[in-house]
């Protein structure tokens, strides 16, 4: 049987990176996202292409109904669901102080961010517990997409920071449970990503780059993601569970 993929977020930037990857080792897809189905079919279509089949799920990760919707389509579409790849995430609309942040942003990047992923996660690890149960050699993974802002303060965006910290401990809680059951958990961390999310700050990190601030020098690209994540779905880091696997092109080492 094929296995199945659910990543949220996952017809654009990082999370469309990380649906070709899957798509091109032949894992079926259940995808999330904002956009209507119809603003969508063009990628749908070029990850079919690819020779798998994929299901596409419009609705917020912070909505209890929406993720009901993208568990219950693996499972009435494809019989069950392998990996959840908690993807979906927004930077706050404004950068503002941390001073100044106001409960209306903390409120909606938490929900998505975090929230989201915390029940999401919850749902999809009873359909994974269940499958274990119930089929041999059934393999279950979650990986959760963070952030280097986890760890990294940025003061003009500290809910982003605080979801993507708050994700980190998601890993650690989640691997600890379902460790016995043969369900890893992992944490993707990448660094700066040239997507839509960070098509506002191109110049900005162009600039960045010249001076050196990753190890390897050019951007990251979401395919750099997807490669990871592959890493962790095809089974390659088993005995890693909890663990945080960065990919941010050596952005974070401490240098003197
Ligand atoms: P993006 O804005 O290009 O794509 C985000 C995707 O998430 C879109 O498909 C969007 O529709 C979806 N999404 C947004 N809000 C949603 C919601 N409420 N419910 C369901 N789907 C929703 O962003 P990206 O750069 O591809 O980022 C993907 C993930 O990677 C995010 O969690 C982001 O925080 C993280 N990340 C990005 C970078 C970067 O530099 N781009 C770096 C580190 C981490």
Redesign the pocket.
């Known amino acids: 049987m094929k296995q199945v993929a659910l990543i949220?977020?996952g017809?654009?930037?990082?999370?469309l990176g990380i649906a070709k990857s899957l798509a091109q080792h032949g894992i079926d897809l259940v995808l999330?996202?904002?956009?209507p189905e119809e603003g969508v079919k063009v990628v749908l279509e070029e990850l079919t292409n690819l020779g798998v089949s994929v299901k596409y799920v419009q609705?917020?990760?912070?909505d209890d109904e929406a993720r009901k919707a993208m568990v219950g389509t693996a499972i009435e579409s494809f019989g069950q669901l392998n990996f959840l790849i908690n993807?979906?995430?927004?930077a706050p609309l404004e950068r503002n102080d941390i001073l100044n942040m106001t409960e209306e942003s903390y409120d909606r990047v938490m929900d998505?961010?975090l929230k989201?992923a915390v029940f999401l996660s919850q749902l999809a690890a009873k359909a994974m517990l269940n499958a274990k149960a119930t089929v041999s050699n059934f393999e279950a993974a979650i990986i959760n997409?963070?952030?280097?802002s986890a760890t990294l303060a940025s003061v003009n965006r500290g809910e982003y920071c605080m979801s993507k910290a708050g994700m980190a401990m998601l890993t650690s809680l989640l691997a600890a449970r379902l460790g016995a059951d043969g369900v890893g958990v992992y944490e993707v961390r990448?660094?700066?990503?040239a997507?839509?999310?960070?098509s506002g700050v191109q110049a900005k990190y162009d600039a960045l780059i010249e001076e050196g601030l990753f190890v390897t020098p050019r951007w990251g690209l979401?395919e750099d993601v997807g490669k990871a994540v592959l890493a962790l779905v095809r089974g390659d880091l088993k005995y890693s569970t909890g663990q945080v696997i960065m990919v941010d092109g050596g952005m974070t080492i401490g240098r003197l």
């Open positions: 949220t977020g017809t654009r930037g990082i999370g999330n996202g904002m956009r609705g917020n990760v912070a993807n979906a995430g927004v998505i961010n989201g997409v963070s952030s280097v990448p660094g700066v990503i997507t839509d999310m960070t979401p």
